[in-house]
């Protein structure tokens, strides 16, 4: 079956790009890879880009006068730019290399951990998340609040997978030294209204730091538009390698807070009583930093650019719209999260009957189909909505309508099986 | 069982697991017991409650009841089930022989040859260690009646 949705990229020829896509899986069915909330697929200009900075340009940075040091450095430090400009930064010197986003969290945490004035967080201070959040944008803050006895505070959620801001005045207090959010959630698809929550945060002198995971890979990502003061995400949800992350920094702040880990490249001078720091971003990436992935990253962010982040939201909106109407007309089918394609990423979670998603996902394999089942380290999110775990499909640039076809059937495959 | 699921999946999932998830036995929590365990598999959110009652001490200390109450999949629904079949009525040492034979078949990646007059039921999840993400499930039970017992055991000493 052929489908033609309005705003759909060409797909035939973006999985020409993609080698895994044309793979076939338990006796000759194509590979459906509908678990992109966890991570992408790599296009061949991404490898090719890995392959040829290790085969020619392989080098230490900032390090070294020779040839190689010097392409390396020209080459990580060029994929700093690369990042500077797709987010929109007023600063390379904001846009700081971390591992992952769960690091680029921890790091602010950790900031803010030894924070002194007007940043210290102590007793009667508090933090403020919400109940969608993964765990990585929950356990350093508890960790936090748990080091210097500040209180941990959260938005709820309604029942139809939105953020409960209702009382955000009592959320968000002269108390709250910082607010900690998901941009769009991994679990439920939820889109944020992060507008209203950096004017609260901001009226009251908190900072607002933004877990942008599922946001940066997806949608046109502008910092100075979300006017939050740290923005997180990470490369391998975006075509690129693991092991490269992204902490988005306003630079007076990345001036003013103290850094985390302690080594080389963060350092301006040292004795051996005490040292001096360099200047960000690099007072914050001790340390050889993943120089490959990071050239990577720079790699799928041309790749993204050559076909527009517009482009690309426009595909997964509209994927997301025919997704949602084909899974409701499932039988037993419930969607855990917003069930309109409206304010909404291309994640969705369901629960199917009374079926376990481990049976249900267990099950679609087989067929070649890979999606996502368990709590999608959103455990809290589960207790709220009441179910152990969910299955969840979620697409990318090169998913397809007859990808949602096949999931549709696949599903009704596992209802004969356990029937 | 739907006709066109692969080898490997049939290999799962079993008739004796499906008909174990579809009607468990001993399921849902009773009185009297000796203690009360809750166990999880934090990577799936797979959670189980159980209860264990013996009769006795040290070598002569008997499995009289074990009963249980959770979530889960299919196969760790199904191995509980089989699970309190084989360790109710038998003594603690003979039923922690059993739980090691399993937890024996399970870490054997598909290659080992399960015991049917040891194991019974619970040589059908012998295809379930094949799926390395599944065995965890399949082992939620068993662990969790080992630690109960464990626990009185230690209790009486």
Same mark, same amino acid.
């Given at each position: 079956?052929?489908?033609?949705?309005?705003?759909?990229?060409?797909?035939?020829?973006?999985?020409?790009?993609?080698?895994?896509?044309?793979?076939?899986?338990?006796?000759?069915?194509?590979?459906?890879?509908?678990?992109?909330?966890?991570?992408? !697929?790599?296009?061949?200009?991404?490898?090719?880009?890995?392959?040829?900075?290790?085969?020619?340009?392989?080098?230490?940075?900032?390090?070294?006068?020779?040839?190689?040091?010097?392409?390396?450095?020209?080459?990580?430090?060029?994929?700093?730019?690369?990042?500077?400009?797709?987010?929109?930064?007023?600063?390379?010197?904001?846009?700081?290399?971390?591992?992952?986003? =769960?690091?680029?969290?921890?790091?602010?945490?950790?900031?803010?951990?030894?924070?002194?004035?007007?940043?210290?967080?102590?007793?009667?201070?508090?933090?403020?998340?919400?109940?969608?959040?993964?765990?990585?944008?929950?356990?350093?803050?508890?960790?936090?609040?748990?080091?210097?006895?500040?209180?941990?505070?959260?938005?709820?959620?309604?029942?139809?997978?939105?953020?409960?801001?209702?009382?955000?005045?009592?959320?968000?207090?002269?108390?709250?030294?910082?607010? =900690?959010?998901?941009?769009? =959630?991994?679990?439920?698809?939820?889109?944020?209204?992060?507008?209203?929550?950096?004017?609260?945060?901001?009226?009251?002198?908190?900072?607002?730091?933004?877990?942008?995971?599922?946001?940066?890979?997806?949608?046109?990502?502008?910092? !100075?538009?979300?006017?939050?003061?740290?923005?997180?995400?990470?490369?391998?949800?975006?075509?690129?390698?693991?092991?490269?992350?992204?902490?988005?920094?306003?630079?007076?702040?990345?001036?003013?807070?103290?850094?985390?880990?302690?080594?080389?490249?963060?350092?301006?001078?040292?004795?051996?009583?005490?040292?001096?720091?360099?200047?960000?971003?690099?007072?914050?990436?001790?340390?050889?930093?993943?120089?490959?992935?990071?050239?990577?990253?720079?790699?799928?962010?041309?790749?993204?650019?050559?076909?527009?982040?517009?482009?690309?939201?426009?595909?997964?909106?509209?994927?997301?719209?025919?997704?949602?109407?084909?899974?409701?007309?499932?039988?037993?089918?419930?969607?855990?999260?917003?069930?309109?394609?409206?304010?909404?990423?291309?994640?969705?979670?369901?629960?199917?009957?009374?079926?376990?998603?481990?049976?249900?996902?267990?099950?679609?394999?087989?067929?070649?189909?890979?999606?996502?089942?368990?709590?999608?380290?959103?455990?809290?999110?589960?207790?709220?909505?009441?179910?152990?775990?969910?299955?969840?499909?979620?697409?990318?640039?090169?998913?397809?309508?007859?990808?949602?076809?096949?999931?549709?059937?696949?599903?009704?495959?596992?209802?004969?099986?356990?029937? | 069982?739907?006709?066109?699921?692969?080898?490997?999946?049939?290999?799962?999932?079993?008739?004796?697991?499906?008909?174990?998830?579809?009607?468990?036995?001993?399921?849902?929590?009773?009185?009297?017991?000796?203690?009360?365990?809750?166990?999880?598999?934090?990577?799936?959110?797979?959670?189980?409650?159980?209860?264990?009652?013996?009769?006795?001490?040290?070598?002569?200390?008997?499995?009289?009841?074990?009963?249980?109450?959770?979530?889960?999949?299919?196969?760790?629904?199904?191995?509980?089930?089989?699970?309190?079949?084989?360790?109710?009525?038998?003594?603690?040492?003979?039923?922690?022989?059993?739980?090691?034979?399993?937890?024996?078949?399970?870490?054997?990646?598909?290659?080992?040859?399960?015991?049917?007059?040891?194991?019974?039921?619970?040589?059908?999840?012998?295809?379930?260690?094949?799926?390395?993400?599944?065995?965890?499930?399949?082992?939620?039970?068993?662990?969790?009646?080992?630690?109960?017992?464990?626990?009185?055991?230690?209790?009486?000493?």
């Amino acid at each position: 079956m052929t489908h033609t949705l309005p705003g759909l990229l060409d797909t035939d020829a973006i999985r020409k790009d993609f080698p895994v896509l044309s793979r076939t899986l338990h006796d000759g069915k194509p590979l459906v890879y509908l678990d992109n909330a966890a991570t992408s !697929q790599k296009p061949k200009q991404v490898l090719d880009a890995l392959n040829r900075y290790y085969e020619m340009h392989n080098a230490n940075v900032h390090r070294g006068v020779h040839v190689l040091a010097e392409e390396a450095t020209a080459l990580y430090e060029g994929a700093r730019d690369k990042v500077a400009e797709f987010i929109n930064a007023p600063s390379r010197d904001e846009v700081v290399f971390t591992k992952n986003s =769960s690091e680029a969290l921890n790091l602010v945490a950790n900031m803010l951990t030894w924070a002194d004035e007007p940043f210290r967080v102590g007793p009667g201070s508090d933090v403020v998340i919400t109940e969608m959040e993964h765990h990585s944008n929950i356990v350093p803050w508890q960790l936090l609040c748990q080091r210097t006895g500040a209180k941990l505070k959260w938005f709820g959620l309604t029942d139809d997978g939105r953020l409960d801001l209702s009382n955000i005045e009592q959320v968000i207090t002269e108390e709250t030294k910082v607010v =900690s959010v998901v941009h769009t =959630s991994n679990i439920l698809g939820t889109v944020n209204p992060l507008d209203a929550i950096v004017r609260r945060a901001h009226d009251v002198g908190a900072l607002v730091v933004v877990d942008a995971s599922q946001a940066a890979p997806h949608v046109p990502l502008d910092v !100075q538009a979300l006017e939050a003061d740290f923005v997180a995400f990470t490369g391998h949800k975006m075509l690129a390698p693991t092991g490269i992350g992204v902490l988005w920094g306003r630079l007076g702040l990345l001036e003013e807070l103290p850094p985390f880990l302690g080594g080389g490249e963060m350092i301006e001078t040292v004795t051996m009583s005490a040292s001096t720091y360099a200047p960000a971003p690099h007072k914050f990436e001790a340390g050889t930093p993943p120089i490959a992935q990071a050239v990577g990253l720079g790699a799928a962010i041309d790749y993204l650019n050559a076909i527009g982040m517009d482009k690309v939201a426009a595909h997964e909106h509209a994927l997301t719209a025919y997704a949602i109407d084909a899974l409701k007309s499932v039988e037993g089918l419930e969607i855990i999260g917003p069930d309109t394609a409206l304010d909404r990423g291309a994640a969705i979670s369901f629960k199917f009957g009374d079926l376990h998603p481990h049976d249900v996902g267990q099950v679609l394999d087989e067929q070649g189909i890979a999606v996502r089942v368990g709590h999608h380290c959103a455990r809290p999110v589960c207790l709220r909505y009441g179910v152990p775990a969910t299955t969840r499909a979620s697409f990318y640039l090169y998913s397809t309508p007859g990808e949602v076809d096949a999931l549709v059937a696949g599903l009704e495959h596992v209802r004969g099986f356990f029937g | 069982m739907g006709a066109n699921a692969g080898m490997k999946l049939d290999s799962m999932y079993q008739e004796i697991i499906l008909d174990h998830y579809r009607n468990p036995h001993h399921k849902g929590l009773r009185d009297p017991f000796d203690t009360e365990v809750h166990h999880v598999n934090p990577t799936c959110g797979d959670e189980v409650t159980l209860r264990v009652k013996l009769d006795g001490t040290g070598a002569d200390a008997k499995v009289v009841d074990v009963s249980y109450e959770g979530h889960g999949c299919s196969i760790s629904q199904a191995s509980a089930s089989v699970m309190t079949d084989l360790v109710i009525g038998r003594t603690v040492v003979d039923a922690l022989k059993v739980q090691e034979e399993f937890l024996h078949l399970m870490q054997s990646k598909g290659q080992a040859e399960p015991d049917e007059d040891v194991l019974e039921d619970a040589v059908a999840f012998a295809g379930v260690s094949k799926f390395p993400a599944r065995v965890k499930c399949a082992l939620l039970g068993w662990m969790a009646w080992r630690d109960a017992t464990t626990q009185v055991m230690e209790g009486q000493k």
